[in-house]
């Protein structure tokens, strides 16, 4: 049976099973008659041409898991960035893991859907803002339709929350195949601050496929600072769809690390929905072998005075591939805006190739907005002076592929996040220097 | 210490190179001198290690060593050291990163432990006072919007870090105003020991002023032409490099 086939009778099951109110039962009825109609998303659309899904498509998921496999901490740990103080909300295999968690309801929720989903305490905030943020688009669509678990995250005014919070998926190859569907819903109130970190990891080569859907709602002058490692094994393929919708004078950025994985896409949404509002999308993408990363990115500036920055950095070696897709589009009201995109990339080997375009719809007369992307080599010449000072040809790479990033490792703003992804990067390029002087 | 026996060198079949000669025993200077496109800065590249350049005749030796297929990493930690005329931007690496790195790779290909960064810290300081550079710039990107002479008290700064037995400066005095001549050369004629050896290229003579040589070489056409002591340097300055054209005809 064919995947899409399998996941709409597998709906139908799903329907019975879960006991939920009206508005979420609705809303889910409509999103699988939407994946229906569109099925999955193949070359021919625009925003598709250069990533393919067929051949992750064909293997044979399990679209339910089973049960929870208990994972010792230890044997976890390093996923985490377990440096510091944290919340942590933890799924194996797609199921809650309490035992790996430290949630909390003290001033603020950091818990599970599934919870939300359930209790009618967390109903109002469910109808306000559930699917409120996702666009109706095949992937998203079919992540509603089976939305029962993932992060819940409530903050409400006023609040610093001073821990980040980490939200990891992990999977232990139970299954065969698996087929994961996280949703998370992150409501951050009026003048609240949160750091959250999202990690997937799969801890065997069993196939594994995310299609995770993530709605974050920014309130008057919040500011939610949100980071996502991708550095999971090759058989693990990831399609991220975040939806972030601010309201006036908030501030929120991502910054997307991507060094791992068969074949990931980021599709990262901003919504402006105010004034002065300051969105930031930054990445670095370093990959060899076959494997795939694609950031398609959109920022639409609705009103005026307002701001984007997107900077993304791209290494590719071997026979990887890269694609940036980053749309801007700006309202004829959104006068004064100022939106910057960067795309740069430094291909390391003749197979290796990035397609990149930005896309920017202006329709206001008074911005500043503007595009750059270079596609390039190691400077050969760097090269030569680093190893003329006695650093061997390896290292003088890494260095200066270190530094072709460090523009945007240098905005995380957790200093051992920081270092861990440092030392990927050091790993991944098979080097043992400390970039972190 | 370095014995250069009838180097030639080509670039993209250019030859650049046709037969130098030229012994530096420790604790000598040597200026290496000569018109523009004479083979100066190539003859530096090529003691260097730069692989543009294909050695197509005779030997460079260092130390009794023949180092002509060495890696540039590799001739830097026997102790070959070369201050760029165009020294290169690095954005995204801070100067203190890159010499701690620079010298940390230097020990491990030595079989030493890296150097604890108490020490490394002494030393950056002591070497950033001799060469009078603001700590502000040593947080900097390398050499990133430097002006010429911040990029060139930058190499020697490099060079009195990473302490080599043989040091080219390769027009070191090139972009220099006569305050950042004095610095650079006061900073290179405090390195220098009797184990030591130097060589400066450069067009003029005014560097000589300050880095006194032993000996002066003119190189026209890829060859040394000319050996001498210093004087040799003011004769140069006095009737032009056409003198030694014409002499060579």
Known sequence: MELKEKLLSSFMIFEDKVDDDTYVHDVRNDAIKSFED?????????????????KILKEDYCV?????????YRDVKKYFIHEIDSFKIVFIDGKYSSHLSQTTHEGMDVCLMSAAFSKPKYRLVIENYFNKAASKDSLPSLNTAFSSEGAYIYIPKNKLVEKPIQIIHLSTGNESALMLQPRNLIVVGENSYVQIIERHQSLTDNPVLTNSVTEVFTHKRAIVDYYKIQNDNFNASLIDNTFIKQKQESIASMHTFSFGGNLTRNNLNFYQEGERIDSTLKGVTIIGDKQHVDHNT???????????????????????????????????EAQKTNAFQANNNILVSDKASINTKPQLEIFADDVKCSHGCTIGQLDENALYYLRTRGIPEREAKALLMYAFSNNVLSSVKIPELKQRITKIIANKLGVNIGFDL | MLKIKNLHASVEDKNILQGINLEVKPGEIHAIMGPNGSGKSTLAAVIAGKEDYEVTKGSIEFNGEDIGDL??????HKGVFLSFQYPVEIPGV??????KTAINESRKAQGLDEMPAKDMLKRIREKADLLKIDRKFLSRSLNEGFSGGEKKRNEIFQMAMLDPKLAI??????GLDIDALRIVANGVNKLKNKDKAIVVITHYQRLLDYIIPDYVHVIHNGKIVISGTKELALELEEKGYDWVKQEMV
Do not use: M
């Not at chain 1, 339910?64 to 010792?72: G, K």
């Not at chain 2, 890696?71 to 830097?76: L, N, P, Q, V």
């Not at chain 2, 801070?94 to 010499?99: D, K, P, R």
């Open chain 1, 38 to 54: 569109k099925g999955f998303p193949t070359k021919k659309e625009e925003a598709w041409k250069y990533t393919s899904l067929n």
């Open chain 1, 64 to 72: 339910f898991p089973r049960q929870e496999n208990a994972l010792e």
């Open chain 1, 298 to 332: 959109l920022v639409h500036h609705i009103e005026p005075n307002c701001e984007s920055h997107q900077d993304y950095k791209g290494i590719f070696s071997d026979s990887a591939t890269g694609v940036f897709n980053g749309k801007v589009i700006v309202e004829k």
């Open chain 2, 71 to 76: 890696d540039a990493e590799e001739r830097a």
């Open chain 2, 94 to 99: 801070s100067v203190t990163n890159f010499i």
């Open chain 2, 169 to 174: 400066l390769d027009e070191t005095d090139s």
